[in-house]
């Protein structure tokens, strides 16, 4: 979020509805190059919305800023590698039609004595501009690229580059001052300091102790490599980075096994296995330094904050969760206006989970027909999967694994048995999830699905009691069967449902 921009309510994400599909995920097709010290990334998005969706995203290790730190300058064959690797680019962006190419360059490039040999032929090659980011520019980006990824931020956003770490403090989800020149340390992955160094530059940063023990958002492809070897050796695995929230005792034995491996561990990218040792050097002096309550790895960084910059007030502040089950459900549902219908009915049931629930079981309803066209004795154990691998953010893992035992009691009508759901959840949250998942249950095989029955249907809150009731035309969806139905809700309902006759 622009800091500039005080009046932005920044503490709630704002859920909107009747908003146009470009408006929630875009209509423009924005091409960004990121040009770091260890790789270069073309990531092309649809974008312009709230949710900016990959349509291409690769990347290439030429590792720029190697032995910058002994020569100060670029090595010509790490460049040689560069400008090939940015030759393909090129060619994948002027045929993809893209509105606009962004190009910026961090760490190494700034850095070098010689980044002209490389600037000039690379912008021939690109037939556009390369920004070079300073260290305040970087750690603002990584920051609101977080802030973008999540709906509640309260910590310190730090990105660990091939050359630099970068570091941004956020205040529910509003960028903090930073002292000058305490923004970047030149400690990336790609330096091979000893921890003395490493723990010395980051205690020269005294801001840090205003953020202690507040959550440490991890950025970065090396130290997501790390979150990544713990999902692959986890027994109840969620094989999703972004949101992955460890405790630091969790973490630092990951850590150790992977310092003792030297990086040699299942999940760990070969590419990336070199520079792990330097990686957790530098995450554990910043744990040291801010005790952080837990480490959060973000799979949204600088090029996402690129794209969250441009955003009007309205757009950036609608909840990404939303944004991005809208987009699926526009795919998915049988008919228009389904997902809406179904929340405006569901709305007095729900009322009663708490808030950060509340808005889950929304996302839920809206999500309600994900496999209607799946074999009808897996719908429940695919709506399941399917949420647990949906490229949505603003969602925890245990809220992700929350909402997919929602979708498979909508079609099952009762709770999974796999160990990911009950391990993962406390005892009050599964009772929560059957309740919300009969009460789809009950209001999709009342009335398939159908809007306009939906919307046919009153349902209203009085006090501990929810009262059903039906126009004359629809009493005949009163039957055996709904009562069935009505009887499996009250099971886990705290309040009374009464049906109202015609």
Not at 72 to 89: K, M, N, V, W, Y
Not at 285 to 290: M, S, V
Request: glycine share 10%; net charge positive.
């Amino acid at each position: 979020m622009r800091p500039d921009d005080k009046d932005r309510r920044m503490a709630t994400a704002v859920e909107l509805t009747s908003f146009q599909p470009e408006t929630l995920y875009g209509d423009k097709k924005v091409g960004l190059v990121d040009i770091g010290s260890s790789s270069i990334r073309l990531v092309i998005y649809r974008a312009g919305g709230r949710l900016p969706h990959p349509q291409f995203n690769e990347r290439e290790v030429c590792r720029l800023g190697a032995g910058l730190g002994e020569t100060g300058q670029l090595d010509p064959d790490r460049i040689a590698h560069a400008l090939e690797t940015l030759s393909r680019f090129s060619i994948i962006a002027r045929f993809s039609n893209l509105d606009r190419l962004d190009v910026f360059a961090t760490e190494a490039v700034r850095k070098a004595s010689n980044q002209a040999d490389f600037i000039k032929p690379a912008e021939a090659l690109l037939g556009c501009g390369i920004r070079i980011l300073d260290g305040v520019e970087e750690a603002r980006y990584a920051a609101l690229g977080v802030i973008s990824g999540f709906v509640e931020v309260d910590g310190v956003a730090a990105d660990l580059g091939g050359g630099s770490l970068e570091l941004q403090p956020i205040r529910h989800s509003q960028l903090m001052p930073v002292p000058k020149g305490e923004s970047s340390l030149p400690i990336g992955h790609l330096n091979p300091l000893e921890t003395k160094t490493v723990r010395g530059a980051v205690a020269r940063l005294g801001w840090l102790d205003d953020f202690r023990g507040r959550n440490l958002y991890a950025v970065g492809g090396t130290w997501r490599a790390i979150a990544t070897a713990f999902s692959t050796q986890s027994k109840k695995r969620l094989d999703i980075v972004h949101g992955m929230t460890l405790t630091i005792p969790k973490l630092e034995l990951m850590m150790e096994r992977i310092d003792e491996a030297n990086g040699e561990v299942d999940g760990i990218p070969p590419a990336r296995r070199s520079s792990m040792r330097q990686a957790i050097k530098v995450l554990r002096c910043l744990i040291d330094a801010l005790e952080p309550e837990a480490v959060v790895f973000s799979g949204y960084g600088a090029r996402e904050g690129i794209l969250y910059e441009q955003l009007d007030a309205t757009n950036a502040d609608i909840d990404p969760l939303i944004a991005g089950v809208r987009e699926y459900a526009g795919m998915w549902q049988r008919y228009d206006g389904m997902g809406d219908a179904l929340m405006d009915v569901m709305e007095p049931f729900i009322s009663f989970l708490p808030k950060p629930m509340h808005r889950l079981a929304r996302s839920c309803a809206l999500l309600a027909d994900l496999s209607w066209l799946d074999f009808p004795d897996y719908r429940g154990s695919l709506s399941a999967e399917k949420i647990l691998g949906l490229s949505v953010v603003g969602i925890t893992h245990p809220e992700r694994i929350w909402m997919a035992a929602v979708l498979y009691i909508r079609y099952h009508g009762r709770f999974p048995d796999r160990g990911l759901f009950r391990g993962k959840l406390t005892r009050k949250e599964r009772q929560m999830a059957s309740y919300t998942g009969l009460v789809l249950r009950m209001l999709m095989n009342l009335t398939g699905g159908l809007p306009r029955l939906l919307g046919g249907i009153s349902a209203d809150r009085e006090k501990r009691s929810i009262y059903l009731s039906f126009p004359d035309d629809m009493r005949g969806l009163i039957t055996p069967l709904f009562k069935r139905r009505v009887d499996a809700v009250a099971r886990f309902s705290p309040a009374k449902i009464i049906v109202r006759q015609p």
